[in-house]
Structures are given as structure tokens and as C-alpha cells.
């Protein structure tokens, strides 16, 4: 198991720019795929982009793909979603989770998930 923590949330105009940050516990960071999801009210939670522990290959939905860009710091331990362009639709809460599946991009495939950090964008 592992405990998740995000940052970086907040306010920005469409256009703009947000990077958040996840602070993983545990000792096995490296082996965990790590994902970002996003939820607004009254709609299920969706997947945003994740990425592998060793390696590094990631995937991303079509929605976002040239516009947010996932990393890590395996001797940090933590994920990053750098947001650029950020557009009204990509306002929800962003959710940070690890994965023992390695390609991981379903819900059900995470066990552990963080608590969220709001962003939203300003039309």
C-alpha cells in the first residue's frame, strides 16, 4: 500500500498553466505505475494519464494529449501532470493513484488514491 498526497491545485485562466506535484510513502515507489484522474460533480471519475515505474512509457486520454505532459522522480517519489492550455472542460479534481498493473488506465486497476486537489480554469 501505498499513501498518496497532491499539490499544486488552484486557480488559472484558460490559456494558462498548472503543474501538480504527488508525494508518495512507501519504499517501492519505482514499482508502481503511477496514474491522474480527474472528476466533476455528478460524473464519474476519468482517466487522465499515466505513467510506468521503470521506463517511464506513458499514455494519455485524447482529450489532453499535447497539452499535459506526466513525469516522476523515482528518488523523490513523486508524479508530476505539468497542465498547459488549460481549457474551462479541464476544470474538475485531480486525483493521484498507483498501480501494480504496469499499463494500467482503468479505475478498478488502482488501489491506492490520494485526496484530490482542485483546479480550475477561468473561461
Known sequence: QVQL???GGGLVQAGGSL???CAASGRTFAAYTMGWFRQV???EREFVARITGIGRMTYYADSVKGRFTISRD???SQVYLQMKNLK???TAVYYCAAART???S???DYAD???GTQVTVSS
Do not use: I, M, T, Y
Open 5 to 7: 498526497v497532491e499539490s
Open 19 to 21: 503543474r501538480l506535484a
Open 41 to 43: 460533480p455528478g460524473k
Open 74 to 76: 523515482n528518488a523523490k
Open 88 to 90: 474551462p472542460e479541464d
Open 102 to 104: 504496469p499499463l494500467a
Open 106 to 108: 482503468q479505475l478498478d
Open 113 to 115: 488514491w490520494g485526496q
